[in-house]
């Protein structure tokens, strides 16, 4: 079995969300944007799954094999919000989506372009 990519993942998600939820032109700074997007994405059930379900595959077999053989990476993610083990497979994918999620924003902001413009032009030219 191959090791689950957490954040080519979350990653997706983000610039997913961004392409169908965000209107940029709503933004004048980049700073503005990431700042958006790390409080509203923190409960997104499409990027982390933390709502109040708690949950991003909705199947706890799933989350348990996105889990294997990223052990660091949950141990980081309770450094940061604390043990969640006690909760589950899903609470335990979750916490590391969470966990990746502001690092997931500033990769995808970086790599942004609308029409061969970076997001930093883009805000540039728009003023």
Do not use: H
């Not at 940029?24 to 980049?30: A, G, I, T």
């Not at 109040?52 to 799933?62: D, H, K, L, N, P």
């Not at 990476?73 to 604390?82: I, V, Y």
């Amino acid at each position: 079995m191959e090791r689950y990519n957490y954040l080519a993942v979350v990653k997706d998600d983000v610039r997913n969300y961004i392409s169908d939820e965000v209107n940029l032109s709503e933004f004048n700074k980049v700073e503005e944007l990431n700042e958006f997007l790390n409080e509203k994405l923190f409960n997104e059930n499409s990027v982390t799954g933390n709502s109040s379900s708690e949950t991003y595959t909705y199947s706890r077999e799933v989350a348990a094999e996105n889990l294997l053989y990223n052990m660091d990476l949950l141990s980081q993610a309770m450094g940061e919000f604390g043990d969640v083990l006690d909760k589950g497979e899903e609470a335990c994918d979750v916490s590391i989506r969470c966990y990746l999620l502001p690092q997931a924003i500033n990769e995808v902001l970086d790599d942004y372009e609308i029409d061969g413009l970076s997001l930093e032009e883009y805000f540039e030219n728009k003023e």
